[in-house]
C-alpha cells in the first residue's frame, strides 16, 4: 500500500488524513502529543460515523479507512518512506520551513511535499528544500472531508509534473483541483473572502452595522451558507487572523486587519473550538434573526469580490471561470464573483465603488484598473453580452 503522511493534527489535518485514507494510502497522521492525535482519530471516526450516516460511505469501508490510520509523534520515522507528505501546521512561514527543512532531509527525494498554507509564499517555504521543485501548495478548504475544492499552487521552483502530481492527487482524493497559476498571497479564495471580510468589518467598526445585522443580510440576502463573522468563527479566528496578517502585509490598507478580530484573538477567544468568538458557541451554532437582514446592503460585498476578482485577473492568478469555480467549491457560494459582476453590470459595480471610495477614502473601495478599463470599452456584462465572459 502507498503510504501518505500529514503532519499537524488539526481541524485540517486530520481531515486531510482522513481523505488520503479514504483514497487508500496508508497514511500516518504526525503531531508534537499523542493527545493531539488521540483527539484527531475520535474527530475522524465522528466524521466516518457522519458519512456512514449519511450512506456516503459503507460500514464496512469506513472500518477499513480506520485501519489504514496511523499516529505518531516521530516525524522522521512516519516519512522515510512515504509517497505524499502534506503539511499542515499553524501558519506561521518559520514554522512551516523548519518542517519543511526536516522533511527534505527525511523523505526520499522523488517524495511530493505539499504545504496547505492559505496564504503564504510557496516559494519561501520550498527554499528550506534541497529540491524546492518538488514542494508545492494543496489548499484545502474547512471542513476538508466536505469541500469539494483544492487550490493547488506552484511556487517558483515547483516542476509541472510535481504540479501535476498534486492535480491527480486531489482528484483521487475526490476533490476537483484549480491551478493556481501565481505564488500570490491568500491564493484565490482567501483574496475575495478577505475582501468580503475588510468590508464588513469597516461596516462594522464604522457603526454602521452590528456582527448579526450583517451576517443576516450576507445569509439571507446574499445567500451565502454562512454569515461573514459565523464563517470566521467556524474556521477559528487565529486562522483568520493569521490569514489577514499575511494579507495585510502583501495588500496594505486593500486588506487591514480587523481591530475587533485581533481584541479577540489576544483573548483569547478563537470562535467555535474555544466556545467564544463573534458569537457564544457555547449554546450551539449562532441563531441569526432572518429579521435584521435589509439592515445592511449586500451590494457592498458583491462590489469588493467583483473588485477583487478583477484584481486576481489583472495579474493573471487566473481566469474568470476558474474564480468562478474556486469560489463556489471552496465557500459554496451559489455564484462567483465574475459571474455576479458581468450579472449585476459591471458599469454600475465599478460606480458603486466609485461612490464608497468618494465617502470613505478606504482602499478597499478603490476601482481596480481592469475593471476601469473594461467598463470604458463598453464590456459590462451579460447586457452587453460581453464581461468577465462573452456571451453569444
Ligand atoms: N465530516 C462529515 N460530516 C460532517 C463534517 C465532517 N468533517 N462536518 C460537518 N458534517 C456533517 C454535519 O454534522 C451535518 O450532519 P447532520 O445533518 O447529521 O447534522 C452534515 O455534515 C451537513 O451539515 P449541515 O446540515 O450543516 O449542512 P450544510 O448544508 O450547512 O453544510 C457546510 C455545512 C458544508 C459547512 C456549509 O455550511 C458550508 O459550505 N459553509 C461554508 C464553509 C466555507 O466557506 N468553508 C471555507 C472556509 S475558508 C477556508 O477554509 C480556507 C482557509 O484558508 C481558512
Redesign the pocket.
Known sequence: MEKAVVVGAGAMGH?IAQLLAMAGFETWLVDVKEEILDKALNQVRW?LG??V??GRVREEEAKKVLERMKTTVNLEDAVRDAKVVVEAVPENLELKKQVFGRLGKATQPNTLLATNT?SLSITEISKAVEKPERVVGM?F???P???PLVEVVKGEYTSDEVAGFAMDLARRMGKTPILVRKDVRGFI??RI?ISMFTEVCLAVCRGEATIEVVDAAVKYKAGL??GAFE?AD??GLD?AYN?SKVMEEAYGERAKVCPELEKLVKEGKLGQKTGKGFYDWSVGYPRIPFKLADKYDVWRIYVVSVNEASWLLKEDVATPQDIDTAIKL???WVQGPCELGDELGLDLVLSRLRELHMKYKEEIYKPCPLLEEYVGRGWLGRKTKRGFYIYE
Do not use: A, D
Open positions: 481531515g466524521s457522519k458519512l450516516e449519511k492559505s489548499h478548504f474547512n471542513p472531508v466536505l469541500m479564495v482567501n473572502l451558507p454562512m464563517l467556524y474556521i486562522v490569514i471552496g465557500t459554496s
